[in-house]
């Protein structure tokens, strides 16, 4: 399983995911640019002090992971809180990769399209969105049941 982050904003949120990713086991990717320096002196400052144990991939731009992907062979699953699918519906596999957009704008159009399955977590009426480390968490936790992709 592997997450990643498209253009991310907030460096706390991901530093917690890229937390996420170490204690799960799962390969963490952020597409840049970020809004924040993508260093290991910038994610300490936030308190990632799980750095050296995540599997973390950079990628320059979003053409960049797209080719990356591509040459896997993985399967984009975008979270969006304009997706009709929810989560909980969808099969997960372990040749998939969790997108999750920028706090502040999500994903551009262009990315939607390229997604193979795009998926929203459940909300009550009126509510906006989770805050994106609880998102990843929650659908990463999903996905690693299904694929029995816990760590033992």
């Known amino acids: 399983m592997r997450i990643a982050l498209y253009e991310p904003d907030i460096p706390q949120n ?15 990717h952020i597409i840049e640019p970020a ?3 993508i260093t290991d002196r910038a994610f300490r400052r936030a308190g990632m002090d799980y750095l050296d144990q995540v599997a973390l991939t950079r990628h320059g731009s979003f053409e960049a ?6 040459r896997e062979r993985l399967s984009l699953v975008l979270l969006t809180t304009g997706a009709e699918q929810s989560y909980l519906d969808h099969v997960f596999r372990a040749d998939q990769v969790l997108l999750f957009g920028r706090e502040s704008a999500g994903v551009p159009e262009s990315v939607h399209t390229a997604a193979d399955s795009r998926l929203r977590i459940p909300m009550q009426p009126g509510m906006r969105s989770l805050n994106i480390a609880m998102a ?3 659908v990463a936790s999903e996905a690693l049941r299904q694929t029995d992709g816990f760590p033992r």
Do not use: D, M
């Open 14 to 28: 991901t530093g917690t995911i890229l937390r996420l990713c170490a204690c799960l086991g799962i390969e963490a």
């Open 65 to 70: 992971f797209e080719q990356w992907r591509t």
């Open 35 to 37: 809004g924040f320096p």
């Open 136 to 138: 990843a968490a929650i």
